[in-house]
């Protein structure tokens, strides 16, 4: 007889029942038993060794044939016509809240820090593909739809999101709430994202956990920046303001006042060396202003033609700090800090703009779907590209200078070669694009310090992290290959003996406790 057990799920064809937390033999084992059955015609799935470990959840493969049961610690997977162990999952970090399957061989996992992992099943093991993150409490519950293109988390902090998981297959790393504006620290370790009420969210770059909320702007956040040292945030909003906050805490240092922008301030960057802020704005008298980042002083306005003085969609710094690139509804200016001298390039409306690292070469992405690499110092045009059918809205260069990325109001996020603009590839085809409120460009990108990562908005208000080995994927791309993941491998979390847990796809860059063979 069965004593102190819970119901966890029943099986697909409703004729099997799995229970947890159950007294066999004085341990605790989930069990699977036939409800309508005499005596339940249970089978014991396995003895767990650990009394203190309490079953406490559990879910049915989609074809009845495995189970999996959840103890906080780890999921384990079983054979549920044999009723032995498959394998033992392990988390990267934390402790599992909720568990459930999909088609495909997937396997979700709620997690105490408000994210979500999805998971690759192979006969023997489990490869983490993805994590979601964007609750602010644990998540108490994951559901996948049909076909395995969404899933479903709710929380304990009030929320229910829903997640497109279709770019799964291309590399994903992880998906956040995020909108129109996105950025790395410099150290790679956080991931800072703008959302529609205004705010900015400080993510674990890793793990996907909330780290700090910031609240700053009563309109959507156009642009997000860390400075050199991670520790503070500026951010700029379509509501007219400019903050710096303390990306720790979220407190704000200082803000600039309202009346020096009239609209909207389209993007706040800060200097190489953290002393200086740039912003851009639409204003009648000082499209492109310098600020003291301690303090918030005022120091110049860069200057622009009186009758051309309405708008800048753009700004950015050279990598050594002595140039500034702003952007204007006729023409591209680039001015020498030293003495306000500067260089002119009459084009039409130029969305994005980025100084190669080496700060030879200008990128500009513009409003007709044009991609071009400029001479900073003489107006040169070097190359030029037609690709997209919208909206050039984001452009990045990889921290080496070797690729480009560039994103769209076509939906597109592309890589091109940093030097030629030839082709590499399209990385997706979700990208944020326009606002559909203001109908400005809100689709932004960024590579992490290291180069092995790219952000980028995408639609439903959320920012994508694809992991990215750039040479394996120009090999991929030119070979005409999809990217299928690498195997899942054997390891072994703290040492622990006799247990399979999972290894990550990027080793390299996901920071875990386990020792693969």
Same mark, same amino acid.
């Given at each position: 007889m069965l004593q102190g057990v819970d119901p966890l799920a029943f099986a697909p064809d409703g004729k099997r029942l799995l229970i947890g937390d159950s007294f066999w033999d004085g341990r605790l084992a989930p069990v699977i038993v036939d409800p309508l059955a005499p005596n339940g015609g249970s089978r014991v799935l396995a003895l767990v060794e650990d009394p203190q470990v309490d079953v406490y959840s559990g879910a049915w493969s989609r074809d009845g044939s495995s189970v999996a049961t959840l103890n906080g610690r780890s999921v384990e997977v079983w054979d549920a016509r044999s009723g032995k162990e498959r394998f033992e999952v392990f988390p990267p970090g934390g402790r599992f809240t909720s568990v459930t399957f999909g088609p495909h061989s997937l396997l979700a996992t709620g997690m105490e820090d408000g994210t979500a992992l999805v998971w690759a099943l192979s006969a023997d093991g489990a490869e983490l593909i993805l994590t979601v993150g964007g609750h602010t409490a644990k998540v108490s519950s994951v559901s996948f739809n049909a076909d395995g293109t969404r899933l479903a988390t709710s929380s304990d902090d009030g929320s229910i999101k829903v997640w497109d998981m279709g770019s799964r297959a291309r590399g994903e790393w992880m998906t956040v709430t995020g909108f129109g504006a996105v950025a790395f620290s410099?150290?790679?370790?956080?991931?800072?994202? @703008?959302?529609?009420?205004?705010?900015?969210?400080?993510?674990?770059?890793?793990?996907?956990?909330?780290?700090? +909320?910031?609240?700053?702007?009563?309109? &959507?956040?156009?642009?997000?920046?860390?400075?050199?040292?991670?520790?503070?945030?500026?951010?700029? @909003?379509?509501?007219?303001?400019?903050? %710096?906050?303390?990306?720790?805490?979220?407190?704000? %240092?200082?803000?600039?006042?309202?009346?020096?922008? #009239?609209?909207?301030?389209?993007?706040?960057?800060?200097? &190489?060396?953290?002393?200086?802020?740039?912003?851009?704005?639409?204003?009648?008298?000082?499209?492109?202003? %310098?600020?003291?980042?301690?303090?918030?002083?005022? +120091?110049?306005? %860069?200057?622009?033609?009186? #009758? #051309?003085?309405?708008?800048?969609?753009?700004?950015?710094?050279?990598?050594?700090?002595?140039?500034?690139? @702003?952007?204007?509804?006729?023409?591209?200016?680039?001015?020498?800090l030293a003495d306000a001298s500067y260089v002119q390039v009459p084009m039409g409306v130029v969305n994005a703009l980025a100084f190669s690292p080496d700060g030879h070469v200008l990128a500009t992405g513009a409003s007709d779907g044009s991609l071009r690499l400029w001479d900073p110092r003489t107006g040169h045009e070097l190359v030029s590209v037609s690709p997209h059918l919208g909206e050039v809205t984001g452009v990045a260069f990889s921290p080496d200078g070797t690729t480009i990325a560039s994103s769209s109001s076509d939906g597109t996020v592309r890589l091109w070669d940093g030097r030629t603009l030839d082709p590499m590839m399209t990385l997706a085809t979700n990208g944020a694009g326009l606002s559909k409120t203001t109908n400005l460009p809100i689709g932004k990108v960024a590579f992490s310090p290291d180069g092995t990562r790219l952000a980028y908005t995408a639609r439903g208000d959320t920012v994508r992290v694809l992991a990215l080995d750039i040479d394996d994927l120009i090999r991929l791309a030119r070979s005409r290959l999809e990217r299928a993941g690498s195997p899942p491998r054997r390891c072994r979390p703290g040492g622990a003996s006799g247990r399979v847990g999972v290894s990550a796809s990027w080793p390299s860059t996901r920071r875990t406790s386990f020792r693969c063979e």
């Open positions: 410099s150290d790679g370790r956080s991931l800072a994202t @703008g959302t529609q009420e205004g705010n900015v969210v400080v993510y674990d770059a890793t793990s996907g956990r909330t780290v700090t +909320l910031v609240r700053s702007h009563t309109g &959507p956040t156009n642009s997000v920046a860390f400075d050199p040292t991670g520790s503070r945030i500026a951010s700029a @909003g379509s509501d007219g303001t400019f903050w %710096l906050s303390d990306a720790a805490t979220g407190t704000e %240092l200082w803000r600039a006042p309202k009346r020096r922008f #009239d609209s909207w301030v389209s993007e706040a960057v800060f200097s &190489p060396d953290g002393r200086t802020v740039a912003t851009a704005a639409f204003a009648n008298d000082n499209p492109v202003d %310098l600020w003291e980042a301690e303090t918030g002083d005022h +120091l110049r306005t %860069l200057p622009y033609y009186e #009758d #051309d003085a309405n708008a800048s969609h753009a700004v950015t710094f050279s990598a050594d700090g002595r140039f500034v690139a @702003g952007s204007s509804y006729t023409f591209v200016r680039v001015w020498r």
